[in-house]
């Protein structure tokens, strides 16, 4: 009988479980998982994280492709925030971080800040996941409980930071298997590049692109031709390489305008492009949603972020609390 009871509870809130819920599920991984151990620390990093952003916009975009990044190379553990040592190769020499990957200094002072209140507590690799959202939210983007119990890392992998984090220039067959390979679908990619709503590429990263691309993928020469005039001015077919772009039309902003330049053929990078304009493709469709209904993207996004925050992340026992982020207690 009180077998019965609890049996039946636990299928009700099993019927409950809402999305995020489950694809919390494969790890141990909780909301709250500080709650007692350092109850202020959603509000530190999201106060840091506030002051960074007033301060220098772009820092928003740079912090969330940290995560990425961390993410993609032997899960979430931090692995990305470690500086190279005598003896030691972290990931930051990578070809996807090198003169790319930035902002490191808004970790180290979310970190000292949430040290000075529990220190040896918080991993940098959960610091990296709430300071992620914390990005998105301080653009107008949605918000979304984070899970938490992250380890860092005491090791990282710049081969696996060559190899698996997709270069630009990639066909869509090419993203889907990479996005693959870390558990995540090819609506996952689409949403998910739905990130370059904020921030900026260098020139070359989108040179290719701007001179060199055929047939559907080509920049419409119709629609685009403002967008696309304005990109060519700062960068040139030879030389120019480290100028910058914004990866859509309002680089400060998380809204639907990445997917909209999308369905105009104007994407910056070739990998967004692809995602609209590949024939036959299924993404296609998705890309045409999301540029017309911000709710949906809104809704997806914190899933697939999730999702992305789920990648084979130490717990438990595996890794250490960092002391410092850059580098191994
Ligand atoms: C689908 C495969 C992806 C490719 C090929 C890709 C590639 C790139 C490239 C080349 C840049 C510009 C880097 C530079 O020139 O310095 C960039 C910027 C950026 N990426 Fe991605 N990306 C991908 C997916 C993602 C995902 C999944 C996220 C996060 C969820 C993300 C977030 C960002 C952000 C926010 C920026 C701007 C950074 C800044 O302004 O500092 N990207 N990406
Ligand atoms: C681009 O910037 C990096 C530093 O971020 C520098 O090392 C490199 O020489 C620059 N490249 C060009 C072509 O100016
Ligand atoms: C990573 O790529 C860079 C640039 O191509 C190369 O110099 C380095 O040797 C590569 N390292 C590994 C371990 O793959
Ligand atoms: C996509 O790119 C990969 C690697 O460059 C290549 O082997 C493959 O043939 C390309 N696929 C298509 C459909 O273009
Ligand atoms: C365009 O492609 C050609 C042939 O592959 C190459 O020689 C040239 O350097 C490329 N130009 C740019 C701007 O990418
Ligand atoms: C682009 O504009 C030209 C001239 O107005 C027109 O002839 C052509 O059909 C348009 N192309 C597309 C793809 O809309």
């Keep these: 009988m009180r077998l019965q009871v609890i049996l039946g509870i636990v299928l009700v809130m099993g019927a409950k479980l809402t999305l995020p819920q489950y694809l919390a599920q494969p790890n141990s991984l909780r909301k709250g998982f500080y709650a007692e151990s350092c109850p202020e620390l959603e509000k530190i990093v999201y106060n840091v994280m506030r002051e960074a952003v007033q301060a220098r916009p772009r820092d928003a975009a740079s912090i969330l492709r940290l995560f990425f990044h961390d993410c993609f190379v032997q899960g979430c553990d931090g692995s990305i925030l470690l500086d190279d040592e005598p003896g030691f190769q972290g990931e930051k020499g990578a070809v996807p971080n090198k003169n790319s990957a930035r902002a490191f200094y808004v970790i180290d002072f979310i970190k000292s800040s949430v040290e000075a209140f ?49 270069n630009p220039a990639s066909n869509l067959t090419t993203l889907v298997s990479m996005f693959q390979a870390q558990g995540l679908s090819s609506e996952d990619l689409v949403v998910l590049s739905g990130a370059h709503t904020i921030g900026f590429a260098r020139c070359t990263n989108f040179k290719q692109r701007l001179y060199n691309q055929s047939g559907t993928h080509k920049p419409d020469p119709n629609l685009s031709f403002p967008a696309l005039l304005e990109m060519k ?75 992305m925050g789920n990648i084979s992340p130490l717990t438990g026992s595996k890794g250490e609390i960092r002391r410092n982020c850059r580098v191994r207690n």
């Design 118 to 166: 529990c220190p040896g507590v918080v991993s940098c690799a959960d610091i990296l996941a709430l300071a992620s959202r914390d990005a998105v939210v301080l653009t107008n983007g949605p918000y979304w409980d984070v899970f938490l119990g992250r380890k860092d890392a005491r090791k990282g992998s710049l081969s696996l930071a060559n190899s698996s984090i997709p």
């Design 233 to 307: 001015k700062g960068c040139p077919p030879f030389g120019a390489d480290n100028n910058t772009h914004s990866l859509d039309k309002s680089p400060f902003l998380f809204d639907t305008s990445y997917f909209e330049g999308l369905v105009q053929r104007a994407a910056l990078l070739n990998s967004d492009q692809v995602l609209q304009s590949t024939i036959g493709s299924p993404t296609t469709s998705l890309v045409e949603s999301l540029a017309n209904d911000q709710t949906a993207f809104f809704d997806k996004f914190p899933l697939a972020m999730i999702k």
